[in-house]
């Protein structure tokens, strides 16, 4: 169930319907709020908006190669569950030739 719930990033009030609960919305609004601010405190002529946007494209940024991160880990994982299927078979192959024996 949405709810609705209120966070201030950068000074700036936001008001936002979260599926997660308002611990988590005050987290994520926690990490926006610092990264907004490094930003704006590295690069002193940087207006709100350019910071915002610099951090908007620097979690885009990470969530895209996280993405592709997962995709590898998800082509490795079939990689091994194929091979251990694989192994499994064989293991059960050789038993049976012991046990014909």
Do not use: P
Request: net charge negative; hydrophobic share 40%.
């Amino acid at each position: 169930m949405k709810q609705k719930i209120c966070v201030e990033i950068a000074g700036v009030k936001l008001s936002l319907l979260s599926e997660n609960g308002e611990e988590y919305a005050e987290r994520v609004a926690k990490t926006v709020d610092e990264a907004v601010r490094d930003v704006m405190k590295s690069q002193k002529n940087c207006s709100l908006v350019e910071a915002a946007l610099f951090c908007a494209m620097n979690f885009c940024s990470q969530g895209s190669d996280d993405s592709m991160k997962v995709r590898n880990l998800e082509t490795q994982v079939a990689l091994y569950q194929a091979n251990l299927n694989r192994m499994r078979r064989e293991n059960e192959e050789l038993r049976a030739r012991l046990n014909e024996e």
